[in-house]
């Protein structure tokens, strides 16, 4: 009897002090677009439209101590863009210009503080930083080409997990909100259809929302 209480209190134990966790979330990757269309040195009329959505992610989380912990989320989300309301005399007018689609790599890596003295109930709150690199870029049935540059910005960070076990370690359902800076400037390569190429200054600036499990060991 003395063995077994003293393996549950070994294993609760570990429990607590265990640094890792792991989830898996179901991500809405809402962009709050913004953009600033420019041809041969002149601001053209327009503006940008990416698309929302919805992508599995993956993060690691490592616990410091009870109430510090960073976290390093990873996920791939594609999203079509448009260029929208761009008048260019003698060639568009008014019109919604298809810019094809393009894969956002952003990794993001926050430093968080967590409450832990409400029980089953921890929310937290994080701030750090964003990396985002574009790949696989396609510049749709118009352009002649389409190029991103990555961009660096900050991220704040909102949530709480909810201890399924009753105790640390064990399972949790978790709830995440992230806002996220992105900037990248990008340039088309209109030749066929204009004769020049078109840049511009995209703010991406997505709200994050994503629900989903997580398992600290």
Do not use: C
């Amino acid at each position: 009897m003395a063995s077994a209480a003293w393996t549950g209190v070994s294993a609760a134990a570990h429990a607590q002090d265990s640094p890792w966790m792991l989830r898996a979330r179901v991500l809405g990757v809402l962009p709050d677009e913004a953009g600033t269309l420019k041809a041969g040195g002149a601001t053209l009329p327009g503006d940008v439209d990416i698309s929302d959505q919805y992508v599995p992610e993956f993060d690691i989380t490592y616990f410091f101590n009870k109430h510090v912990a960073a976290e390093l989320i990873l996920a791939v989300t594609p999203h079509d863009v448009k260029a929208v309301n761009v008048t260019v005399p003698g060639a568009l007018t008014d019109a919604t210009v298809d810019l094809g689609d393009v894969w956002l790599l952003p990794p993001t890596l926050t430093v968080q503080y967590h409450f832990t003295e409400m029980g089953q109930f921890k929310p937290y709150v994080g701030a750090g930083v964003n990396a985002t690199f574009f790949f696989d870029e396609d510049e749709g049935p118009v352009a002649d080409g389409i190029s991103y540059d990555s961009s660096f910005g900050p991220a704040l960070q909102a949530g709480f997990d909810y201890d399924l076990d009753g105790e640390p370690g064990g399972w949790a359902f978790n709830a995440d909100i992230k806002k996220i800076w992105i900037n990248t400037d990008v340039k088309v390569d209109f030749t066929t259809a204009l004769g020049t190429d078109v840049k511009a200054d995209v703010d991406i600036d997505p709200l994050v929302v994503g629900v989903g499990f997580g398992y600290r060991f």
